[in-house]
């Protein structure tokens, strides 16, 4: 059962995405972000199930501790020190909340990226865009599902290396040949989807396509909420109220009735799609149990 955004006008479904990217890249205050990787490891989960979770304990979990390890190591500003190295550098507690901050944004982003490639698939993206920009359009296609491809046909290689006992000795070595494959493998399939894209007439002027993607009340209704959203919090940011300073002490903004609208509203952001697949899931099978 497609619900949700999947089931939505592409056009709705990018609109969503731009917001909910636009704003995570840019909000450092505690309340938002968690807010924000909330509803992106819920939605992600949703979607992709067992392969976030593998996702998040071997990948983005390291990456948070590194970012952390790394702006605490570097940068010493701050009033309050924890504890000092025998070089003589301090580590503060500002650096070290400032770089979990920072590693939890690059997450929560790199999170609703896995969710916008579920969503936003090729024939979507360029249904939207390849009147406008064809060529532009295909390639930025091409670059957004490159990294999950490139990770995805890395498992491949592995599976048939140790399938046919070709796994070399020494890590270098076996990393370089995988590497040197994988990139064969992406460039031959880069040429291989140019010329089928050229054959079909893609980009032609005057060239007609099958869309089965049909606007509907509900995407207008969607589209109607996001921006409301949009505009609160664009008042909220216009107001200061995402500010967080973390130089040289730790402050927040004082909560006003403003900054309540504005988690509010930005939870209902974050957590619309992973919600609405909840309760549309709820209803199917209310319905199925009839």
């Excluded at 003589?88 to 990226?113: D, H, P, Q, S």
């Excluded at 949009?230 to 009735?257: N, Q």
């Amino acid at each position: 059962m497609h619900s949700g955004l999947k089931s939505a006008h592409p056009a709705a479904g990018m609109l969503y995405f731009v917001s909910v990217l636009a704003f995570s890249m840019q909000f450092f205050h505690p309340v938002l972000l968690g807010l924000s990787f909330c509803g992106a490891l819920l939605y992600s989960l949703r979607l992709r199930g067992r392969a976030t979770g593998r996702l998040f304990g071997r990948v983005l979990l390291p990456t948070l501790l590194f970012v952390t390890l790394i702006n605490t190591a570097f940068d010493h500003y701050g009033i309050t020190t924890l504890f000092t190295l025998p070089s003589g550098n301090r580590i503060t507690l500002e650096t070290l909340v400032y770089g979990f901050v920072t590693g939890a944004m690059v997450v929560t982003v790199f999170l609703w990226f896995t969710c916008y490639n579920e969503i936003i698939t090729t024939d979507k993206f360029l249904f939207l865009f390849g009147r406008i920009l064809p060529t532009g359009a295909l390639l930025m296609s091409m670059t957004l599902r490159f990294i999950p491809l490139f990770y995805r046909r890395l498992q491949d290689v592995r599976r048939a290396q140790r399938g046919i006992g070709a796994v070399q000795r020494g890590r270098l070595r076996s990393a370089m040949r995988t590497l040197s494959i994988l990139i064969t493998w992406s460039l031959e399939n880069a040429v291989e989807i140019s010329d089928s894209m050229k054959s079909r007439g893609y980009g032609l002027r005057g060239r007609t396509s099958y869309s089965r993607y049909v606007w509907t009340a509900r995407d207008t209704a969607l589209s109607l909420l996001l921006a409301a959203i949009d505009a609160v919090v664009i008042a909220a940011i216009a107001a200061g109220r995402t500010r967080a300073i973390y130089d040289p002490y730790i402050a927040m903004p004082r909560v006003t009735g403003l900054s309540v609208a504005l988690f509010v509203c930005y939870a209902l952001l974050c957590l619309l799609p992973a919600g609405a697949d909840f309760v549309e899931e709820l209803q199917w099978n209310r319905l199925r149990s009839k």
